[in-house]
């Protein structure tokens, strides 16, 4: 590559490459929102959970939905934009709503490990002034021990057996919540991650990503995803990426 008839192009590919970056531009848009707005979005597979009985999926059409329904009720509970949404789940569906509906509310979505210490989220929690956190059974009951140090954490939402604990359960409010949703309109230059430093060289630090750090992230997934020879049927619209992260149980 970069190679013609024996001449080396690199410097002027070097030179002449540049990023092309919207004004406007949302997460939640690139990687949901204009799939669920084609005809075929209920039979296209945005998740599979593999390892699951019966290996479940998730189409775009029902993750938008669900992530439309969880904007609004994050938005009733007093989220606006650029505030910080703790995420303290493993690798489940609910996951990725979360995700979507705090990415198109214009608000932060802060990623925590469910595998943190009391210790961990209380330092992130207070130093982020996360508004809302989304748990599971995996984390909430670490959540709760140090809520009381963190006066910014106005809610928890519970999913799955963590409702019982929580002060909004998500299950029990999802049938009263409306589907439909007006996505904020993102800056690229806008906040949409907020990760924290491991804390080894000293207190942990926030790094804020903008919308835009996915443009620039998108090579390596599309050279993982498409160009490997792994799509089934050798139709890339059928292409899977496998995430091994953060499971919720040992792997077998």
């Known amino acids: 590559m970069g190679r013609s008839q024996g001449r080396d192009n690199w410097p002027a590919m070097h ?20 799939w669920a707005r084609r005809p075929d979005a209920a039979r296209r597979i945005a998740i599979r959970a593999h390892g699951a009985a019966g290996a479940p ?14 904007s609004n009720l994050l938005r009733a509970l007093g989220v606006r934009r650029g505030d910080r949404v703790a995420i303290v789940m493993p690798q489940r ?16 979505a802060m990623p925590l490990s469910m595998l943190f210490g009391p210790e961990a989220l ?16 995996s984390s909430i009951a670490n959540v709760l021990q140090v809520r009381g140090a963190c006066p910014q954490l106005r809610t928890i939402v519970g999913v799955g057996d963590a409702a019982a604990s929580a002060d909004v359960g998500w299950e029990a409010r999802r049938a009263a919540l409306s589907e439909e949703f007006s996505p904020v309109e993102t800056l690229a230059e806008e906040g949409a991650v907020l990760i924290y430093t491991s804390g080894t060289t000293g207190p942990p630090k926030g790094a804020l990503i903008p919308h835009r750090a996915l443009i620039g992230n998108l090579s390596g997934f599309v050279c993982s995803q498409n160009w490997f020879g ?14 091994p992260a953060d499971w919720a149980g040992p792997v077998a």
């Not at 999926?57 to 969880?70: G, I, K």
């Not at 569906?93 to 932060?108: D, I, K, N, S, W």
């Not at 792994?230 to 995430?243: C, I």
């Open 15 to 34: 030179r002449g490459f540049g990023w092309s970056v919207p004004e406007h531009f949302n997460i939640a848009q690139a990687c949901c929102g204009r």
């Open 57 to 70: 999926t998730l189409d775009f059409a029902a993750l938008q939905r669900e992530a439309n329904a969880m």
């Open 93 to 108: 569906f609910e996951t990725a709503v979360a995700y979507m509906a705090v990415f198109q509310l214009g608000a932060v």
């Open 122 to 137: 209380e330092y992130r929690l207070q130093d982020s002034e996360a508004v809302v956190a989304v748990c599971d059974e």
């Open 230 to 243: 792994f799509t089934p049927g050798g139709d890339e619209s059928e292409a899977v990426f496998w995430s």
